[in-house]
């Protein structure tokens, strides 16, 4: 088995991202699956590119994109992309879409095909602080989520994949307004390194979880 497992690119100002500092960091191996990693862009259209080239690549059964989500607290697996975006700021290219439509001949949402509660109980029996979440909100992290599930829907049948958003550093936050939650580097790739496992011990499937989730 082979996991392609991405993250993004600095971004809004930022000289790191949480995202692939993490992903970089991820072991070769993880319950017996293969791991690819790959940086890509905080860029409108060529963020979602860059993972398909990825899947075009490496082949994989299954993907996981990884995002920064600055003020969460937690490691959140999405639960579900839209076909929408509505920039809050520049990409990294300065392009901003409002109120823009994904994919004119998408449903209006894809739900994540990864075992999102499974993963989020791996990552509290690690002591790492995790969640679901239910909105993966309007820019390029969405983005990228929703075009995978549409590729993966479209081109590349049988391949589950998601999203998981990431907090801010510690070394961001220091920054920051005091009291922005955050999280150290280690414990970021030892929640991701527990999800990903758990991906591999859930593959097709999702344990029943009464977790109330994440509101963001």
Known sequence: MKILVTGFMPFGGETVNPAYEAVRRLPAQIAGADIATVEIPVVYKKGPAAVEAAIDAEKPDMVLCVGQAGGRAEITPEFVGINYANFRIPDNEGFQPLSTKLEEDGPDAYFATL???????????????????????????NEVLYELLYALDHRHPGVRGGFVHVPYLDSQAANLK??????????????????????????????????????H
């Not at 075992?115 to 992290?141: I, L, R």
Request: hydrophobic share 40%; with cysteine.
């Open 178 to 215: 005091a009291g922005t939650p955050s999280m150290s580097l280690a414990r970021i790739t030892e929640g991701l390194t527990a999800m990903v496992a758990a991906m591999v011990e859930h593959e097709g499937e999702d344990i029943v979880s009464a977790s109330a989730g994440c509101e």
């Open 115 to 141: 075992p999102v509660q499974a993963m989020v109980d791996a990552c509290k029996e690690k002591g790492v602080p995790a969640n679901v979440s239910y909105s993966a909100g309007t820019y390029c992290c």
